[in-house]
């Protein structure tokens, strides 16, 4: 029998990934709080975009509102359950989901931010799992029933790294991996920490900016005033994961001691940050224009946004480490101050004093 599989949050990564798992023909079924989106996909399925032909597809999917979760309690328990909501409701959305377990069922966070902790105060660490999704992934879902992909596939890039937090490779974690690698290249990690801060650098120099600006992905790395912020957030946050002991990667494409040597003022490595950004190196050629991270869809759709979870974050973890992230505060600030509606989306926006 294949393992009884449900995705908490079918929004734009939730949704891509559990339609996909779908047409592999694995037994998924996909939970949302939004009404019109559950009735499309029930009523037509769901639509994939890509940026290539071959990426497109309907896919027949099984759609429940959160409103008939409690069906599930007649119905084969659910052996992996994946959390891809916002950071804010990662509690109460494991909390519907815990009693649906089976025996050795278990919960994967395919988040943004740092969750893992939150998933296993309630279900504890040993059914906890994290799943890191690169940058490179890059949906949205526009309306209802229809995703889109902003970036192209490359075969040579893991888009899915899961991992236990105790950082072994198990047997578990290898089976996810074989299953998610339906959705996009995938593997176990023995690094979940050092990947989820590896991501968090990503995401702490491109969403909270995008949605502060109202920038898409290449208006942002090609505008010079803005794209110094990007880099001084990312040699921020570069520098305090490594002072936490994290080992980080690549992020994105950019080295990360380049990338703090670039912020900390170091001329060649900056031209080269610089070139990696707004040559292709680090994906604008493989990047759509309509491409937004997903804080600046969440603005976009006046949704509340995830930044005290990701730059807020990471200005709090580098107090607690005594590695100042200014750039990171002045930005928290300033997309909440958007979000609130005390002022529009602009690029000035970010550049301000820190």
Sequence with gaps: MGKRIVVVGAGAVGGYAGAHMAAAGHDVTLIDPW????????AHGMEIFGMTPQERMTVK????????????????????????????????ATTMIRQYLSASGCVVSMQNCINEERVAGVVGWGRTLGCIVTGGVGVDLYQPGHIRRG?????????????????RITRRAQEIAEIFSSIDAAKATDNLWGERWTKLCVNGMRNGVSAATGMGGNARDNHPAVRR????????????????????????????????????????????IERLMTEGGAG??????YQR???????????????????????????RAGVPGPTHEMLTRQVLRVERGEIPPAPENVLVNT
């Excluded at 790294?161 to 105790?166: A, Q, S």
């Excluded at 604008?284 to 224009?289: H, I, K, P, Y």
């Design 35 to 42: 009404p019109e989106h559950v009735e499309r996909m029930k």
């Design 61 to 92: 999917v099984n759609a429940m509102h959160i409103t008939e979760v409690q069906n599930l309690a007649k119905q084969k328990p659910v052996d992996i359950a994946v959390v891809a909501v916002k950071s804010y409701d990662t509690v109460w």
């Design 151 to 167: 970036y192209a596939k490359r075969p040579d890039i893991t888009s899915f790294y899961v991992g236990e937090p105790n950082g």
């Design 229 to 272: 912020i990007c880099i001084q957030l990312g040699g921020e946050a570069v520098r305090i994961g490594q002072k936490l002991g994290y080992k980080l990667g690549k992020v994105g494409a950019l080295p990360p001691e380049m990338l703090a040597k670039a912020m900390e003022g170091d001329a060649p490595s900056y031209k080269e």
């Design 284 to 289: 604008q050629a493989e990047r759509s224009d």
């Design 293 to 319: 991270p997903s804080m600046a869809q969440d603005m976009e759709k006046g949704r509340r946004t995830e930044i005290e979870f990701m730059n807020g974050f990471i200005a709090a973890e580098g107090a």
